[in-house]
């Protein structure tokens, strides 16, 4: 059973379902919540322990103080979060924005990640704190003001679902989510996203790495995911998997879920050293 729960240590509302070993802990992008995993959660063998937190700012969780956090910030939040609910040692899945926070856990606490997956890998844009943000993240938070949540929700969200015209309920789906952001705790998250750089904090992971790509992604497009996985290559000594999964786009986990669950359980079925996962339904190695 999938529980909606409160840590009264962080603030942090989180979904969690009960299992043993380590936990598998799902970060969702910016425009999302830990709700947006519920359905994944029943494709995921039965006896792992699921967890999936709403961000600082998102779904209840209390926000952060600053206006411009760093991942690593996140990371640190993300920390006490896990140590408050006995889940120190995770396997941390991260989507889009969630790759940023997940890269920067895994370099500032090596011993607690024995292994991380990014899906839709959003490197980031590099930029020091302070720095005049680039346009199109500064119109993000614009629009997000000047029309709403839920105007600014109908506007996005078919740029998430591949074909979005052939696929109106996923993007209501993706809608609904997004209409129900926090505008303070989604500025911070794009500001956060203005400084991350995911190329150069996985140079600093020592930690098995895997990735997933909707092949047709236009928000994170794929070339992404490979510049980030060269950069594994790089720190690693060997390329690490990269599982993409055709007819999907950036919602990939929501658009073709059983694909993306086949693709996950393989890239964390071991704990060692990172080894080619088989290709996940409808995906292929890239």
Same mark, same amino acid.
């Given at each position: ?50 967890? #999936?937190?709403? =961000?600082? *700012? /998102? +779904?209840?969780?209390?926000?952060? %103080?600053?206006?411009?956090? $760093? !991942?690593? &910030?996140? @990371? ?42 990014? #899906?839709?890998? =959003?490197? *980031? /844009? +590099?930029?020091?704190?302070?720095? %005049?943000?680039?346009?199109? $993240? !500064?119109? &993000?938070? @614009? ?45 911070? =998250? ?97």
């Amino acid at each position: 059973m999938v529980r909606d729960k409160c840590d009264q240590t962080t603030g942090i509302r989180y979904l969690e379902r009960a299992g043993s070993g380590d936990a598998v802990v799902f970060l969702h992008g910016i425009g999302s919540s830990a709700a947006s995993f519920r359905g994944l959660f029943d494709l995921m063998p039965p006896a792992l322990r699921l967890i #999936a937190w709403n =961000a600082p *700012g /998102y +779904g209840g969780s209390a926000a952060l %103080p600053e206006v411009w956090p $760093l !991942a690593a &910030r996140y @990371a640190a939040v993300l920390h006490r979060f896990l140590t408050s609910i006995d889940a120190q040692r995770a396997v941390l899945v991260g989507h889009s924005l969630g790759t940023l926070i997940a890269a920067a856990y895994a370099r500032c606490y090596p011993e607690q990640v024995p292994r991380i997956v990014l #899906a839709a890998a =959003a490197c *980031g /844009y +590099g930029l020091p704190t302070g720095a %005049p943000l680039p346009r199109k $993240l !500064a119109e &993000r938070i @614009a629009d997000l003001h000047r029309q709403g949540p839920a105007a600014f929700a109908r506007a996005r969200a078919p740029r998430l679902v591949h074909d979005p015209q052939a696929n109106p309920g996923l993007v209501r789906q993706v809608e609904t989510a997004m209409a129900a952001i926090h505008p303070a705790g989604y500025a911070q =998250a794009v500001h956060m996203l203005a400084s991350g750089d995911l190329v150069a904090a996985l140079r600093g992971v020592r930690c098995p790495v895997g990735f997933i790509i909707g092949a047709q992604d236009a928000v994170t497009p794929p070339e992404q995911t490979h510049r980030a996985a060269n950069a594994v290559e790089a720190a690693q000594g060997h390329a690490p998997p990269v599982v993409q999964i055709d007819g999907a786009g950036h919602a990939v986990y929501l658009q073709r879920p059983h694909a993306f669950a086949e693709a996950l359980i393989s890239l964390t079925a071991t704990h060692g050293t990172a080894h080619p996962a088989p290709t996940a339904t409808g995906g292929t190695h890239a």
